[in-house]
């Protein structure tokens, strides 16, 4: 590998990337009771890239609710459970609020 020059000591500034929208988590009422995500853009992409390599999409889509929602209410909605179209429409309404599909995280570079 080839040293860089001094004045290019990288190619590309990740610490650069800076979101341009509210972060505020997502909040929706389940069972009486309220919940609430953590704005996807703020969520480790790379646990959740690694849930969908270990266990396909289905996967990816538990790891993402897993991370956003945090072990407590985790917990809370697993004792609850979840219908197939409820999780679906939880899904549609987190990544509308979100701005993104699951598996997508768009953002920005200062330039």
């Known amino acids: 590998m080839s040293k ?3 004045d290019k000591p990288f ?5 650069s ?3 341009e929208k509210d972060l505020r988590p997502f909040r929706f009422r389940y069972d009486g009771q309220r919940f609430e995500m953590a704005h996807r853009e703020t969520l480790d992409q790379i646990k959740m890239m690694e849930a969908v390599e270990a266990a396909g999409e289905a996967g990816g889509t538990l790891a993402s609710l897993r991370l956003a929602l945090g072990d407590d209410q985790w917990r809370e909605l697993r004792k609850i459970g979840l219908r197939g179209t409820q999780l679906q429409k939880l899904s549609d ?4 609020f979100c701005g993104t599909t699951t598996g997508e995280s768009p953002a920005s570079t200062d330039s």
């Not at 190619?11 to 610490?15: E, G």
């Not at 309404?93 to 509308?96: G, H, S, W």
């Open 93 to 96: 309404a987190y990544d509308a």
């Open 11 to 15: 190619d590309f500034n990740l610490d």
């Open 17 to 19: 990337v800076r979101v």
């Open 4 to 6: 860089a020059p001094d």
